[in-house]
């Protein structure tokens, strides 16, 4: 019996421990470790941010879930790996930590024969001083119980302007290495048009600011579409959206620190200067979970497994270079750990040899630079190509196999941002993308496949935007013919 070990319940982790199950039956032990007990379709919490959903529609209990499909489940946080054994036994193991109420606290040594981690990002708020709900000063969606207070928030906000006082409401990124651009795109045009719907547009300021060198940039360097037959870059179709609803943008920042009421930005040009608000929603940067890794003889290899960001390393080329030397080529395919090949990394949890978008800092030295996004579509896809690897090595007996494939670089992605909620009012910009790398020897033109890439901005993005809600939270439960449903 081989013991698959998976380190995170998000849509990577939980991907794979679904379909590893699916593949191997219960011939096979899979285990899953995650802090939280709660599933969090996370795309959803912009809606919940704003008002149009409970929290309880973005979220279910683990469970339950696990225990219908005989997949164990340890409510718990990893906290360091042991990828060669210890001096009692040579299979892999990971530490963990209880934080289920009922042994909150005790410590475990979990073995595996094979391992995936898809622990996802840990938010940074605290690099960026003032930031977050913890540090007071600023909002967040990036939990559901981060979104609630949100949209609570925005509530007395729209209260105030419905009585006379003019507000400044700001949505972004709130450090200049910030990823999920896309979030606050949706969430600054949701905000919008609440407050629109709610008759109040006159008396909102509504600003988006972002490191995103342009607009349109989503941390995979912008886009160029091909509409009509004419090609259009995402620049310049996000202008024209933003110019349409008013909305005031504020780019090329790295944000310094958040006070009550007011942000404080540098830009790459050296300009310093500052935003007051009345609301802010700002997103954090994202590092690796903290984990240390140690070898047999209990000396530590943290560096070995992981970059110094906290990502695990996998098999990418991490070689150091200029932005012009980059390319699709370095992008890992397999997502085992080059050092130990019964280890993946999935998702936020792998480590990029590279940013997408070219980097750029400020005079001081701040980064201006967004991360690569890897989160949704891509995380599921990962998830279960290490699932499939990973299946088709125990059902084959060959422990060598091939490794299924599912690089960015060849992949490509559908993302629907909501700018609007609301099955009559509604709006959404669809977007679809090949591949997410821009690769520039096959295309040397756009660096992405024209017949692929395309922008459409409408009600029926809306209608689809919520079947998805329900369909992704059903394929996440593991009813009938969830397996059916695209990752």
């Not at 898809?118 to 540090?135: E, S, V």
């Not at 530590?300 to 110094?308: Q, S, V």
């Not at 932005?323 to 019964?342: G, I, L, R, V």
Request: proline content about 6%; charged content about 20%; overall charge neutral.
């Amino acid at each position: 019996m081989a013991r698959i070990l998976i380190l995170g319940a998000g849509v990577a982790g939980h991907t794979a421990a679904q379909h590893a199950k699916r593949l191997l039956g219960n011939r096979h032990e899979i285990t899953v470790v995650s802090p939280n007990s709660q599933w969090n379709w996370i795309p959803s919490n912009i809606w919940v941010g704003v008002g149009r959903m409970k929290k309880s529609q973005v979220i279910f209990p683990l469970a339950p879930v696990y225990k219908r499909k005989k997949i164990n489940f340890k409510q718990a946080k990893a906290v360091a790996i042991w990828p060669e054994g210890d001096s009692s036994d040579s299979h892999g193991a990971v530490d963990v930590i209880y934080t289920d109420p009922k042994r909150a606290g005790e410590t475990e040594r979990v073995r595996y024969d094979f391992l995936i981690n898809a622990t996802g990002p840990q938010l940074r708020f605290d690099l960026t001083p003032g930031l977050g709900p913890d540090q007071g000063n600023s909002l967040s969606v990036c939990t559901y119980q981060h979104a609630d207070h949100t949209a609570k928030e925005l509530k007395n906000i729209i209260e105030k302007m419905k009585s006379g006082e003019r507000q400044t409401l700001v949505v972004g990124m709130g450090h200049g290495a910030c990823t999920c651009e896309g979030a606050a795109f949706e969430y600054v045009f949701n905000v919008e048009h609440e407050v629109r719907q709610a008759g109040v547009r006159d008396m909102a300021e509504i600003i988006y600011l972002t490191n995103e060198s342009e607009l349109g940039d989503f941390g995979v360097g912008g886009m160029t579409f091909d509409i009509k037959g004419s090609k259009v870059s995402s620049e310049d179709w996000m202008t024209s959206l933003f110019q349409d609803r008013g909305v005031k943008v504020i780019d090329k920042a790295h944000v310094t620190k958040v006070d009550p009421g007011e942000v404080f930005f540098e830009k790459i040009d050296g300009t310093l200067a500052s935003q007051k608000f009345d609301f802010a929603m700002l997103l954090p940067p994202f590092r690796g979970v903290e984990m240390k890794a140690f070898d047999v003889s209990g000396a530590e290899i943290t560096e070995k497994l992981f970059a110094p960001n906290g990502f695990m390393k996998v098999d990418a080329d991490y070689t150091a270079k200029p932005f012009e030397q980059w390319s699709a080529a370095d992008w890992p395919k397999t997502y085992e750990n080059p050092s130990y090949d019964n280890v993946f990394a999935v998702g936020i949890a792998f480590a990029p040899p590279h940013a997408i978008s070219k980097p750029n800092q400020t005079p001081t030295g701040n980064p201006v630079a967004p991360a690569p996004p890897r989160t949704g579509m891509p995380a599921g896809v990962q998830g279960r190509a290490a699932a499939e690897t990973i299946a088709n090595r125990i059902k084959s007996g060959n422990l060598r196999a091939p490794a299924k494939e599912a690089s960015m670089a060849n992949m490509g992605a559908a993302c629907i941002a909501s700018v609007g909620a609301g099955m009559l009012k509604g709006s959404a910009a669809t977007i679809t993308m090949g591949p997410i790398v821009p690769d520039r020897e096959r295309f040397p033109e756009t660096g992405r496949d024209l017949h692929i890439t395309s922008g459409e901005l409408g009600l029926a993005g809306h209608w689809i935007k919520r079947l998805l809600h329900t369909m992704f939270i059903y394929k996440a439960k593991g009813h009938l013919g969830w397996s059916k449903i695209p990752e």
